[in-house]
T-cell receptor, first 115, second 111 residues
Framework: GAVVSQHPSRVICKSGTSVKIECRSLDFQATTMFWYRQFPKQSLMLMATSNEGSKATYEQGVEKDKFLINHASLTLSTLTVTSAHPEDSSFYIC???????????FGSGTQLSVL | QKEVEQNSGPLSVPEGAIASLNCTYSDRGSQSFFWYRQYSGKSPELIMFIYSNGDKEDGRFTAQLNKASQYVSLLIRDSQPSDSATYLCAVRNSSASKIIFGSGTRLSIRP
């Protein structure tokens, strides 16, 4: 199956710093990428949808200035959590699909801990 | 009404039995339906997808889709302890712009 690589897998940072998470599609062109966050024992919450070369579409309640998403190429999307605070601590997961939109493949996730 | 609904469980099934997981969705024009398995602390992995009414079988897994009832299910035959996980139902909406996830059903296979 298709491979989506997500880095880093774990980040511990101080409050107020910014953290960048990368999501790469390794063997297909990811025309659309999705970013989710997941708190312990809760479901995936869609944060935003990004199409290559376009601005991301954010879900209601997600601050676009805090969670910066860039999808500049067909193989790479990044999520930057700016000025992170302890409440931003969560499991962040990216997923990607190609033009067929038939299947959605997930990265391995990033566990963010803000001290 | 949530767009994709699942019973949160936990659903406890004895080893070797059939586990039945259910999901309903609200968008009648939804096009594609997916089942993902997620182990604790890991990201979801795709188990099956189904587009047409009826059954689709893959090994021990069978997905069933009934668009008239807006219902999709996953059957796991010969359940194994390694099947213990949270199962997420996902639906691609009618505009094809989003894939929406249910809250997941926690399945526990008891030896």
């Amino acid at each position: 199956g298709a491979v989506v690589s997500q880095h880093p897998s774990r980040v511990i940072c101080k409050s107020g710093t910014s953290v960048k998470i990368e999501c790469r599609s390794l063997d297909f062109q990811a025309t659309t990428m999705f970013w989710y966050r997941q708190f312990p024992k809760q479901s995936l919450m869609l944060m935003a949808t990004s199409n290559e070369g376009s601005k991301a579409t954010y879900e209601q309640g997600v601050e676009k200035d805090k969670f910066l998403i860039n999808h500049a190429s067909l193989t790479l999307s990044t999520l930057t959590v700016t000025s992170a605070h302890p409440e931003d601590s969560s499991f962040y997961i990216c997923s990607a699909t190609d033009r067929s939109y038939e299947k959605l493949f997930f990265g391995s996730g990033t566990q963010l801990s803000v001290l | 009404q949530k767009e994709v609904e699942q019973n949160s469980g936990p659903l406890s099934v004895p080893e070797g039995a059939i586990a039945s997981l259910n999901c309903t969705y609200s968008d009648r024009g939804s096009q594609s339906f997916f089942w993902y398995r997620q182990y604790s602390g890991k990201s979801p992995e795709l188990i099956m997808f189904i587009y047409s009414n009826g059954d689709k079988e893959d090994g021990r897994f069978t997905a069933q889709l009934n668009k008239a009832s807006q219902y999709v299910s996953l059957l796991i035959r010969d359940s194994q302890p390694s099947d213990s996980a949270t199962y997420l139902c996902a639906v691609r909406n009618s505009s094809a712009s989003k894939i929406i996830f249910g809250s997941g059903t926690r399945l526990s296979i008891r030896p």
